[in-house]
């Protein structure tokens, strides 16, 4: 992390993201696994050999979406947050949104889904946010997380260097900063 001014950087973890890589790699392998020969499992819900196939390409979709996210981010030399008095820009992410507000963002939660923390930005213009989106998918990627969590921006530590803890401190303390004024 390098500050200078009024102007805070978080680089991106090419081990974090690294890392992500080879387990996608891992979950790929195991969904191509389970998709071309079911392994047999005693369990009254995974048990049935079209669950496990089920599974088994939904691992792989979502591996591969991983996969891309990281072959695209490690060659980049960007930071993946600047954060400045005005908001930051995000591009920590394959559904990054780009330049956020301060003067946007209402709340800051967090949500946690098993061990995975991210930090919620719930943003008066949402639609602002989904409709600048020139990548169609990641268009919907967006609009289906503002149906599902009430905002179409969320920021993780995952393939930041950076704690996530750290990181909602920051964050916190910009945008309670930026109310004062």
Not at 73 to 95: A, R
Not at 105 to 130: A, D
Request: net charge positive; glycine share 6%; aromatic share 10%.
């Amino acid at each position: 992390m390098t500050t200078s001014g009024n102007q805070i950087e978080i680089p991106l973890s090419k081990k974090k993201i690294f890392l992500i890589l080879l387990i996608s790699i891992l979950f790929t392998a195991i969904g191509f696994w389970f998709v071309i020969n079911p392994p047999i499992i005693k369990n009254p819900v995974f048990g049935n050999p079209l669950m496990i196939t089920i599974l088994g390409y939904a691992s792989i979709i979502f591996s591969v979406i991983c996969m891309f996210f990281c072959i695209r981010k490690l060659p980049d030399n960007k930071p993946g947050l600047i954060i400045d008095n005005e908001g930051f820009i995000d591009n920590s992410s394959g559904v990054s949104g780009g330049q956020i507000l301060w003067k946007d963002i209402e709340n800051i939660s967090i949500f946690e889904m098993g061990r995975q923390k991210l930090i919620m930005l719930q943003v008066n213009n949402p639609e602002v946010y989904i409709n600048r989106q020139t990548n169609g998918f990641k268009r919907k990627l967006m609009a289906m997380n503002h149906q599902m969590y009430g905002t179409p921006l969320s920021i993780t530590a995952n393939a930041l260097d950076i704690s996530f803890d750290e990181l909602l401190s920051i964050l916190s303390e910009k945008l309670n900063a930026s109310k004062q004024y």
